[in-house]
């Protein structure tokens, strides 16, 4: 080792003392205003680089080895505690304090620990400080140790702890905007300085060997963290607070670069997209996160509405862009519902107008020839069978009307409740219960089961037979067709009879129209049921020259 008389020991001592004076002073400032983010591993840390100052002097100015190794084993558990405090600063600057948990803690001072008790039994085990001895330099004497597998350890892992902390600051570099910049930028310029600082003291350099600069080093890099923390106001409202509440959104955040890449996620993201995101191109993740996309976009069984904002620096230039996707899934199901109930109003509207059309037109009118027939009974000659025909037919009218008016009244209602039904088993069924004298029912295709209020896709396939059977006679063959399509299942009901005119099929199924003086509601009847149920109909003609009425859109049940 080379002579240490042209050092200046006595400066390097007044820096020590000076270091270690500054660093439990502005500890101890710290530790009264700890309630700022950050403050408390601020003050420990100026405290260990204070404390370590003070006790490193303490070995410079000693002549007795029993004090020399008393004030190296003191300051050996806040060398161990410093590079971990430093991390957790790191995090806390970041905002990750969900990384910080008491179990995470423990596992990291745990190497630490273990480091401390080897150094300090290392006459037992020879694993850390080998060859520890005094050795005099001018008026000074100093000490003097070997490496030992045990300090190795302990370097590589303070050093890893120091570059995983660096890392983070400069991940919050890349992320926080031009504002806040400066105080990540001083921060790593404050770690640059232990870091040099220990490997100077581990590798011999020039005549300083037998020195140590990390304790001064530790309390410069102290008083830069403070005057991060304290002075420049880093994590005052809002460094931390804008990546906080931008990781606890209940809504997910996606960052995508000038490139198309993403960036980052916040949790809510993370599980709605796969895993591998970060990183992947934005398109090929989430295709639909488009300029000119349709609002909103369904994504695994919940919608969204995409607020994008562009991400420019001071000069204008684009370097990414902000997705912000909002949950709307119970706005859009209520906006769904209240569409439902106002079309059903609107249906319950329009069928209060078709019963006071029926009521006072309808009704009124074989309500009066069952009256004028009743009075020439009455006041007849004697022939009164005539009148009394009359009378009775007009009174069946009625029956029909107000038969048909109380299915027409439940028709139209919106169906909740959906049951499994089978279309082949409800036609035979449905057919089997009218008189349909010699008319005739096959049923081709193979069955479908769909998702119906099976009384009333009953109701509708019954009015469908009745229209058959009562335009195309007593002999009437009715084929009724089950087909798959792309949009459901389509239930044909088509017969030989005399058919519907191509000018009176977009009719049929209103209210009041009849082609041959009927009610004019059972078709009306097959419309409303229909249109409760979101399905579409359709009148055509069939192959043999008859009606066919297509159901469109009945949607399978899943087996």
């Given at each position: ?487 459901g299942i389509a239930l044909a009901v088509a017969d030989d009879g005399p058919g519907v005119p191509p000018d009176r ?55």
């Amino acid at each position: 080792m080379s002579d240490l008389g042209a050092l200046p020991v006595r400066a390097y001592l007044a820096a020590c003392l000076l270091a270690g004076v500054i660093g439990l002073w502005l500890g101890r400032v710290a530790w009264r205003e700890r309630d700022q983010p950050g403050g408390t591993e601020v003050a420990l840390y100026l405290l260990c680089g204070g404390g370590i100052s003070l006790l490193y002097a303490v070995r410079v100015v000693s002549a007795s080895e029993l004090v020399m190794v008393v004030a190296l084993n003191l300051a050996t558990p806040l060398v161990a505690a410093a590079p971990g405090i430093w991390l957790a600063f790191a995090l806390a600057f970041a905002g990750h304090d969900r990384w910080r948990t008491e179990n995470r803690i423990v596992a990291l001072a745990t190497p630490a620990f273990v480091w401390v008790l080897l150094a300090w039994s290392r006459d037992t085990h020879g694993l850390s400080r080998r060859s520890l001895e005094p050795v005099v330099e001018g008026p000074f004497s100093l000490l003097s140790f070997g490496l030992g597998p045990a300090d190795v350890g302990f370097l590589l892992y303070a050093y890893g702890l120091c570059v995983v902390g660096a890392l983070v600051v400069v991940d919050l570099y890349r992320r926080t905007g031009n504002r806040y910049r400066l105080q990540t930028f001083v921060i790593l310029l404050g770690t640059l300085v232990p870091f040099l600082a220990g490997i100077v003291s581990v590798v011999d350099v020039g005549s300083y060997a037998s020195l140590a600069w990390y304790p001064t080093a530790l309390v410069v890099h102290g008083v830069f963290l403070y005057g991060t923390v304290f002075w420049l106001g880093t994590l005052d409202a809002a460094v931390v607070a804008r990546d906080t509440a931008v990781e606890v959104m209940q809504d997910p955040v996606i960052v995508a670069g000038s490139d198309g890449r993403i960036r980052d996620l916040n949790p809510a993201a993370e599980e709605l997209l796969p895993a591998e995101a970060v990183g992947s191109s934005l398109s090929a993740v989430f295709p639909r996160l488009e300029s000119g996309m349709q609002h909103p976009v369904a994504v695994g069984g919940r919608k969204f509405d995409i607020q994008e904002d562009p991400i420019t620096d001071p000069r204008g230039t684009d370097r990414g862009h902000v997705f912000l996707l909002r949950d709307v899934t119970e706005r859009e199901r209520r906006q769904t519902e209240l569409e439902r109930r106002e079309a059903e109003l609107r249906r319950q509207n329009e069928r209060l107008e078709d019963f006071a059309g029926v009521v006072s037109h309808d009704l009124r009118n074989p309500l009066a020839a069952a009256t004028a027939a009743v009075e020439l009974a009455r006041h007849g000659d004697g022939n009164d069978e005539d009148a009394l025909d009359r009378a009775a037919n007009a009174h069946e009218r009625m029956d029909d009307l107000i038969e048909g008016l109380l299915s027409l009244a439940t028709a139209g209602r919106s169906v909740d409740d959906l049951d499994r039904v089978s279309l082949d088993a409800s036609v035979r069924r449905v057919w089997s219960r009218l008189e349909t004298a010699d008319a005739t029912l096959s049923v081709e295709d193979p069955d479908a089961t769909v998702l119906a209020d099976g009384d009333r896709l009953e109701q509708l396939l019954s009015n469908l037979f009745r229209n058959a059977i009562e335009h195309g006679g007593e002999d009437v063959s009715v084929r009724v067709g089950i087909e798959p399509q792309q949009d459901g299942i389509a239930l044909a009901v088509a017969d030989d009879g005399p058919g519907v005119p191509p000018d009176r099929r977009s009719q049929v199924t209103e209210r009041g129209v009849s082609l041959d003086g009927g009610t004019g509601l059972g078709l009306a009847i097959v419309g409303d049921i229909a249109e409760a149920h979101g399905w579409r109909i359709s009148v055509e003609e069939s192959d043999t020259g008859g009606a066919r009425f297509v159901i469109l859109g009945m949607e399978p049940a899943d087996d």
